[in-house]
């Protein structure tokens, strides 16, 4: 289960990367959309980099060789 949740945590970059990319096409035109899109990327990789946090702490804590 926690190779899955492993996998899982990297698709939050995936989705910042989406979210970066199609801000950065949309500055241009629409800027609005675009910082809206460019504020989600930056809060998603906020919540990957504490969601790895918090999973590392766990597994260190549920390391029976501690």
Known sequence: MNTMW????????VLAAICLV??????????????????????????FLLKRRFRKKI???NNPNN
Not at 38 to 47: A, L, M, Q, Y
């Open 22 to 47: 199609e801000g950065l096409f949309a500055l241009g035109s629409e800027s609005g959309k675009a910082l809206i899109l460019i504020g989600f990327s930056v809060f998603i990789t906020f919540v």
């Open 59 to 61: 597994e260190q804590r």
């Open 6 to 13: 492993k996998f899982f945590q990297y698709g939050y970059l």
